[in-house]
């Protein structure tokens, strides 16, 4: 079995890092320079707010939202008050900590079937927050515009900011060192060889680590020696030193630490010695690669290589062919069987499908040997995509106790090397299981995808006719407006010809009932239910504020009307102050405004009289060939000419055509 790192950095704007095992795809890793990770920088940050309802308080780090910071994650020092009540808070939170720091931990995935994961770090910290919770809250111990000291635990995600703690945990090649945690310290879980334990504890017990530091050796640290894990323990202290150096020099906001490129995470948290090649594709990144194995691991160095064949580095094995299957919704299995796997806002869903799978002689055993093998590819999806929260899998029905305990053992198994913590409940009497994962980082689909414009990321698209009918609706509401003249709308291509070639009679007959001029128009522009629907009265004035308009904004027209608003206000002005110097001037204009209106009026009824007369004149019932109903039917055709009709032949213009 031949264990292999693929790294291609040939673009400049992605870095892209394959775990290969035996052939196969196991790990997968990437970095945009666009968007890079924050979770494990240290930033120098200022409290916004403090929430009382929330207990937690919000910081301005430099980031696009504020981060979000709980009370239990705030260390005592940062406390405004007595220093004996500081003393006494850090003794009671003190204590040895057998496990890895919250940011680089890989958590034992325990037997039991109801809580897998979980440490004695998290229930120190219970602990901790219950002494907090009694004596003090954070209205009273944190201030607005207060400088402080965070690290970031959890990535933005959609609207929701980053989380952030100010307990620093700083990782290195052998060990995580904690410089504000008083006396924690310990020994990973991960480490179960009791010989191999009391070795590392010897070791932990010779290094003089300060009292208020805590330092913790993790699982690369076994069968290594004492002056390896010493001489990780003095380049972490040196770094503490450098950041308390930068903190004082620096303004909040601001970056203090970066936790390290991708590469550099890698080959720090995932390289071991089973690993035969570490192959480089691009001359930058191989140098970097080289140089950091060089200060980690001077005896691997040799390992690091660089791609020198022609074809692409991915290629290899089949590389990109198994990355490519990481984004499709289905994932095959070997015996014929499927998984469907479906990630929404709330939770991650997983389907297991039998498929073809027929080479049992009972369901049962069929079931079994399905789900085992989806047990196992399962662990493996959630690795690759990085997917994270609530998941429920859906397994095929098993009748037998025995077989879903032998799945859950399985899964659990099979989820041992994940470096994320991990809690898997029980297959229920559905078939159903629960498990939450923790998340690292954003998934793939997240940072490869974008939400799609057509169906705002729903997948589906309403059917013209429902859509065409809702239109319809708003039209015949907007027709309730008796001032109405004149009802302008505009909707897509594909609405319009369904109302012009399903929906034509019901318009027109709408339209003699009310005596209103429908006019539809076609925007190529617009997709779906986009639409724009303005109603006009006799005088060409536009009714309302355009309250049946949907999904666009008509920009053109506003300004139009508001350069003629700015127009009459100022003639209006210039009318006023031309009257304050000729009082006379300003009677004899009233009276003569009072005849014009009264010819005004006269002539407004008759031409409503005319109005009204051509528009009860039915549509159908009007000649083809005489030219004043041609005239007529561009003013008032509601459609554009049907498809496969002799209207075609008929050279005409109208509004369709415009």
Known sequence: MTNEILIDAVHQEETRIAIIKDKRLEDYDYEFDAKKPIRGNIY??????VEPSLQAAFLDYGGNKNAFLPFSEINPDYYQIPQADKEEIKRSNGGNIEDENQISTKEEISDEPDDIGGDELEEIESDRKKSKAVKYKIQEVIKKNQVILLQISKEERGNKGAAATTYISIPGRYCVLMPNTLKGGGISRRINNSKERKKLKTILDNIEVSDDMGLIIRT????TTAGEIKK?????VKSWSKIREDTLSANAPSLIYENGSVIHRTLRDIYNKDIDKIYVEGDEKYKVTKELMKMMLPSHAKKVQKWRESKPIFQKDNIQDQLSSIYAENVPLKSGGSLVIDQTEALVAIDVNSGTSKKDYNIEDTALRTNLEASEEIARQLKLRDMAGLIVIDFIDMEKFANRRAIEKKLKESLRSDRSRIQVGRISSFGLLEMSRQRMRSSIQENSYEICPHCDGKGSLRTTESIALEILREISEAANDKRASTIQAEVSIEILNFIVNNKRDELSKLENETGINFKLAGN????????KILSFDLKSNILGK????KDRKPQNK??????????????????NNKNKKNPNKKIESKKNINKNTKKTNDKSISNENIKDTKQTKKISDQPKKSKQTDKIRNENYIGAP???????????????NK
């Open 232 to 236: 990780d323990y003095n380049f972490l």
């Open 524 to 531: 190529n522009h617009f997709r779906g239910k986009e639409c």
């Open 44 to 49: 120098l940050a200022k409290v916004i707010r």
């Open 220 to 223: 690369a640290g076994s069968n």
């Open 558 to 575: 506003n300004q139009k009307n508001s350069h003629s608003k700015s127009k009459n206000s100022s003639n209006n002005k210039s009318s």
């Open 642 to 656: 049907v498809a496969d009709s002799k209207k075609n032949k008929d050279k005409k213009t109208g509004w369709w």
């Open 546 to 549: 355009n309250k049946k308009e």
